[in-house]
């Protein structure tokens, strides 16, 4: 929660700078440094400190930058691309088959910076550390000279595109309505900034525990969190044990290789085009009750087949569906929360529910169930129902709620926000509260 929390006080360059450039060094110093296993769980302590703010306090800062309907694709994309499977190209050294975009592409670097094995006395797996740590902390300190706090104030666009990027997020604070109207669009085709549109509301809200606690109360919050922290146990005892029960499906060397990397590359796919989709549709839990199913599908197959070939397609099946549905799982919160400290607290706190489900994950597969797995893929399945029943839940919470606000039944807040801003108690703007506001499906 900090590194969202903190994100606006410290500014969004300096923080994620410092996250980044905190785990390159860490990265760096275990290639160079680390001994022994207590040195090793010291530095993965830390690393884990780092990591565990640096995506939530990327994917709020995206939510800072494009409209309601414009940041899922830009989740998608980013955790389509940056989700690693295995970590630092150990696997390599091992000779276990790589996956996802990421991971294909570290798989590449680490098997060429292994060959220094020995360079300067220097084991090959210690060299894949300080290098990939050095290029982080190149990245960190390009992230602190060149990010932008918000549109508004980035450096590279015009003074006419810093009102017209501010106009645009202000349009979207104000009263979030399912559908535009006629004038609203025509007013956007005859835009003229006012001279206030320089500013977005959130730049003046000051921090108060008040919002956070809001996050913490809403319902949405726990029931995408307790979907999501599901479908990524699914996905991290998937990734964890691919290589394995690829190679148990037959495949080996190389042949597991490619057919691991078309189960990720599959994923990717099928990622970015539900989160483009979705922004496309102005929809998000629909895309999710339509991915699930895929990886239900996939998980009868492997439990079901004794034909490799189609337990292929399973497994292909299997990841894509869960992988497709995380954006939309991590937008929706976004989507449905306004005010700044209200969106941190919720998209923190979703991050942290979901960083615990490597936890569970690495023991739902294990060695004696193989070579068919049937018991982790059954586990597996019984998870994904659960999370598709919540997901289901959530989107019928906001059927609901949005149905409520449309007849006028939550014209009260409005008494209720004022008579909170009388007593003094708050000082943020209303946000979702409103009852024009209208959630996200």
């Not at 440094?33 to 995206?62: E, H, T, W």
């Not at 991590?330 to 306004?338: C, G, H, Q, W």
């Not at 019984?382 to 006028?408: D, H, Q």
Request: charged content about 15%; hydrophobic content about 45%; proline content about 4%.
């Amino acid at each position: 929660m900090p590194s969202t929390t903190l994100l606006k006080k410290f500014r969004p360059n300096r923080m994620i700078g410092f996250l980044a450039g905190g785990w390159g060094i860490t990265v760096m110093l275990t290639g160079l440094l680390v001994k022994n296993y207590p040195s090793m769980i010291a530095a993965r302590l830390v690393l884990g400190a780092l990591d565990g703010g640096l995506f939530p306090a990327a994917a709020f800062y995206l939510s800072l930058l494009y409209r309601r309907y414009e940041l899922q694709s830009r989740i998608g994309i980013c955790f389509a691309g940056g989700k690693s499977i295995q970590k630092n190209g150990m696997d390599i050294l091992k000779r276990k088959p790589a996956g996802s975009l990421a991971a294909i592409f570290g798989g590449l670097f680490s098997a060429a910076v292994v060959t220094l094995d020995g360079h300067r006395n220097i084991a090959g797996w210690r060299w894949i550390f300080i290098i990939e740590g050095m290029l982080m902390i190149a990245v960190a300190i390009v992230i602190t000279a060149i990010l932008p706090t918000n549109p508004a104030t980035a450096w590279f666009f015009t003074d006419a595109e810093r009102e017209c990027a501010a106009w645009r997020l202000g349009q979207d604070t104000v009263t979030q309505r399912s559908l535009e109207t006629q004038e609203t669009l025509q007013e956007k085709r005859d835009f003229k900034p006012p001279e206030s549109s320089s500013s977005v509301d959130t730049e003046a809200e000051e921090f108060e525990w008040r919002e956070i606690w809001r996050g913490v109360l809403d319902i949405q919050t726990w029931l995408t969190g307790a979907s999501l922290f599901l479908n990524l146990a699914t996905i991290l005892s998937a990734i964890y044990f691919m290589p394995t029960i690829i190679v148990g499906l037959g495949y080996s060397g190389v042949q597991a290789q490619l057919h691991t990397a078309i189960v990720y590359i599959l994923a990717v796919v099928l990622t970015v085009v539900v989160a483009l989709l979705g922004d496309r549709l102005k929809l998000r839990g629909p895309f999710v009750l339509g991915a699930l199913p895929l990886s239900m599908l996939g998980y009868i197959v492997m439990i079901a087949s004794k034909s490799n070939a189609t337990r292929f397609g399973g497994a292909c099946l299997l990841i894509a569906g869960t992988n497709a549905s995380v954006p939309p799982l991590m937008a929706i919160v976004a989507n449905n929360s306004k005010g700044h400290y209200k969106r941190a607290s919720v998209m923190a706190i979703q991050s942290t529910i979901t960083s615990i489900s490597g936890i569970p994950g690495t023991y739902l597969y294990t060695l004696d169930q193989q070579p068919r797995f049937i018991k982790g893929h059954s586990i597996c399945l019984a998870l994904l129902v659960v999370s598709w029943t919540l997901i289901a839940a959530n989107v019928s919470y906001c059927i609901w709620e949005n149905k409520a606000r449309r007849e006028g039944r939550r014209s009260g807040n409005i008494e209720k926000y004022q008579a909170l801003r009388d007593a003094g108690k708050t000082k943020a703007p209303i946000g979702d509260r409103h009852p024009g506001f209208i959630f996200v499906l």
